[in-house]
């Protein structure tokens, strides 16, 4: 029997709800295929917040290190002002164990509808890989009441420490913003080359850049030429670049025609959505924030308070997380297991179906159906 260490940080909203039925999904598989977990439970998120001014402790990342991975919600709550949870918790994170990976894979259910028409037959089966530590995500920039910048600024990444001074001025007083996005050679590498093996893992000869040099071509110029240069280990492999907006239009027309969507950050966050929708909801849509240390599984999805509380959170994207980070720690059976589970499942009943995709049955009616599936 071997035993592992899962930090569980359940969130806000609809986190606590899906990561609930995770728990009781992964327990189930370890049952049947003997493995253990241990979880280590964090309360961080909006409650703890405003009960205690507590965000994210530093002996909780000391702690959290020491686990084998870690299984996420969500979190941000309309209670708090928007990036106080998210940057201080969830980006924290992400930075602080250098996930410099996020890992969305996007595949289509034969039983739940493409909201756009796929010819017979035709499947969704992409992934995103999303570069998580750099772009605009950098935390780099200032609010100014009348125009005028001078402010320090530090970015620790596990790749180097950004110090820099923000210093600017638009002459007339009037309140303006500014924020910065960073790329770097070291930071595209990894990427780009984690985007090419993939690629080569799962037999496909193209990766996809999405990128947008043509309007913002200081950092997006420079990510074509250093993706081009890197793409030049890759005989076998076409890179193609294409413009973010026309990846878009194409995704809706055309979903099956991508396999290895390589993102910076921001256009990786907001073409994993998409891909969610084009699967059948934010509630199918899976990933990981994979690096070197502690990495840590987490639905596309966030805390959506516009159903919290009501049972309509689908919880099938925090089950194929849960799955993803089996596969993670090495327990390859324990994850087909829960995979093979949620496409019975879904395969099954309609009317048993998550409520997001037309049928009747809450976050918790999900988890214990999916539960039964496993073998
Ligand atoms: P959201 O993803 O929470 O919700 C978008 C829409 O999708 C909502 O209508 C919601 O009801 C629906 N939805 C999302 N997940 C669903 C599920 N599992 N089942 C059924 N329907 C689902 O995005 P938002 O409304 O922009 O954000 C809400 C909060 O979550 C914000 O505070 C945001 O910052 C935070 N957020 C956190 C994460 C994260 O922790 N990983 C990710 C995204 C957003
Ligand atoms: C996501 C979320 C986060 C992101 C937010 C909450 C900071 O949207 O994980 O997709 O932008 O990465
Ligand atoms: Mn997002």
């Known amino acids: 029997m071997k035993n592992y260490s899962i930090a569980l940080l359940p ?204 309007a913002v071509p200081f950092l997006y110029g420079f990510l074509d030429d250093e993706t081009k240069r890197i793409a030049k280990e890759y005989p076998n492999i076409e890179l193609k670049i294409q413009n973010v907006d026309a990846m878009c239009y194409q995704l809706a027309r055309t979903p099956a025609a991508y396999g290895v969507i390589l993102c910076p950050n921001l256009f990786g966050d907001i073409v994993s959505d998409l891909l969610s929708a084009l699967t059948g909801g934010l509630g199918l849509g899976a990933g990981g924030n994979i690096g070197d240390k502690l990495s840590m599984f987490e639905p596309v999805h966030g805390s959506a308070p516009d159903i919290a509380g009501t049972g309509k959170a689908n919880p099938i994207a925090a089950i194929l997380c849960a799955a993803m980070m089996l596969d993670h720690i090495g327990e390859s059976a324990g994850a087909k297991a829960v995979e093979a589970a949620v496409s019975s499942y879904l395969a099954g009943d309609a009317s048993e179906k998550p409520i997001e995709l037309g049928g009747n049955a809450n976050a918790q009616t999900v988890g214990d159906s999916v539960a039964r599936y496993i073998s």
């Open 11 to 214: 969130g806000d909203g609809i986190g606590s709800e899906v990561s609930a039925e995770a728990v009781k999904v992964v327990e189930a598989a370890g049952k049947c295929h003997g493995f253990k977990i241990e979880w280590v439970e964090y309360p961080f998120g909006a409650a703890h917040y405003n009960k205690t001014g507590e965000i994210l402790p530093a002996s909780a990342l000391d702690e959290m290190g020491k686990c084998d991975a870690m299984l996420l919600g969500a979190v941000g709550d309309p209670s708090v002002k928007p990036g106080v949870l998210e940057r201080g918790i969830l980006l924290t994170l992400r930075f602080h164990f250098d996930q410099y990976i996020n890992l969305r894979p996007a595949r289509s259910f034969e039983s739940v509808p493409c909201p756009v028409s796929l010819k017979d037959g035709v499947t969704i089966d992409s992934v995103v890989v999303r570069e998580n530590t750099e772009d605009f995500y950098m935390g780099i920039g200032a609010v100014s009441e009348d125009g005028s910048f001078n402010k320090p600024f530090e970015a620790k990444r596990g790749l180097y420490n950004l110090l820099g001074n923000l210093e600017a001025d638009f002459g007339d007083r009037f309140p303006a913003a500014l924020q910065i996005g960073a790329l770097t050679r070291p930071g595209i590498e990894r990427v780009t080359r984690y985007a090419f093996d993939l690629a080569k893992k799962r037999g496909e000869n193209k990766v996809t850049l999405a990128s947008k040099a043509n």
